[in-house]
């Protein structure tokens, strides 16, 4: 009896270990898995949002991402584009609207800035900022003008610049000038009172030209704006009349010419400096050998231009 009841026991032991060992484990450990999902189910949810509000109420700022910053800021018909980044820039570019790009690259920095024009009317700004790394960020504004002031705008068209002013209502009329000279006044047309265009003359070097814009109302916007405007040097190249192996090489400039270089069959590459006097002509004569001869003349003129010319002068003794 004592083994039977040693059986019995020994069975019991055995069922209340299996009921209360393994099974009941396994529980807390499903009960804990599935408390562990909840809460990263809803861990990832307040983080996905987090992430949604944050560059939602970053958008003109763009502090997030890729650790650049851009602002920008208004200064009258001016944008000011400003970009820190705590990586080396590489390059920044804008469009308005669906124009064409501009690319302004990077100075070897992390800071850049940028003053472009706004254009008249409503516009969309897109601007992308691209690091060392090739990494980009984005940011786009809109900017709507003031509706009740005329709008200038300034363009190169060959060799002149095109002035147009705009008004909601009616221009009375526009004055321009250059530099400190006397203004020039265009009055508005009858009938087309909302509009002022003209074309005027470059002239050459640097100067700045203001634009002021009259309406209706009296209101006033005035707009300044630097111009240069730079020729290339003139070459000529002559055989000399009373000697055939000698050529004459001339460069000359409306300003002032700074040097000339020349070769003759890829060969030394010649230099006369005339950086240091205020001359608008250069004159170089040299002799060629019996022959084809190639001679590349280079000149640069005191605004930097350089032109180049190739010709070919047959020698024959």
Not at 42 to 59: A, F, L, P, W
Request: aromatic share 6%; hydrophobic share 30%; glycine share 6%.
């Amino acid at each position: 009896m004592n083994q039977i009841l040693s059986v019995e026991l020994k069975k019991d032991k055995k069922k209340k270990t299996k009921s209360s060992g393994p099974v009941e484990i396994k529980k807390v450990i499903v009960f804990f898995c599935i408390l562990t999902m909840i809460l990263g189910i809803g861990m990832t949810g307040q983080g996905t949002y987090g992430i949604v509000k944050n560059i939602d109420s970053n958008k003109n700022t763009l502090q997030q991402g890729n650790n650049a910053n851009v602002t920008v800021d208004r200064d009258g018909n001016n944008i000011i584009i400003r970009v820190t980044h705590d990586k080396e820039i590489k390059r920044l570019i804008y469009r308005w609207n669906d124009e064409a790009e501009n690319t302004i690259e990077g100075n070897g920095s992390n800071t850049l800035e940028q003053t472009i024009e706004l254009p008249v009317g409503n516009n969309k700004l897109y601007i992308t900022v691209e690091d060392i790394l090739g990494k980009t960020t984005l940011f786009e504004k809109d900017y709507v003008t003031d509706a009740t002031e005329p709008q200038i705008a300034i363009e190169a068209n060959g060799n002149k610049l095109k002035i147009t002013a705009k008004d909601n209502v009616a221009l009375s009329y526009i004055t321009y000038r250059w530099d400190q000279e006397e203004e020039v006044k265009v009055d508005a047309v009858e009938g087309s009172e909302a509009q002022i265009e003209c074309e005027i003359d470059i002239p050459r070097g640097q100067h700045t030209l203001t634009v002021v814009a009259v309406n209706s109302n009296n209101k006033t916007v005035t707009k300044t704006q630097e111009v240069k405007v730079v020729t290339k040097p003139q070459i000529t190249v002559n055989y000399d009349p009373n000697d055939y192996s000698y050529i004459i090489m001339t460069a000359t400039d409306e300003n002032r010419m700074v040097k000339m270089q020349f070769s003759i069959n890829n060969g030394q590459l010649y230099e006369l400096d005339y950086s240091k006097v205020n001359e608008k002509k250069i004159e170089w004569r040299t002799q060629v050998q019996p022959g084809e001869n190639q001679i590349k003349v280079y000149a640069t003129n005191g605004d930097g231009v350089t032109e180049e010319v190739t010709v070919k002068y047959q020698y024959n003794p």
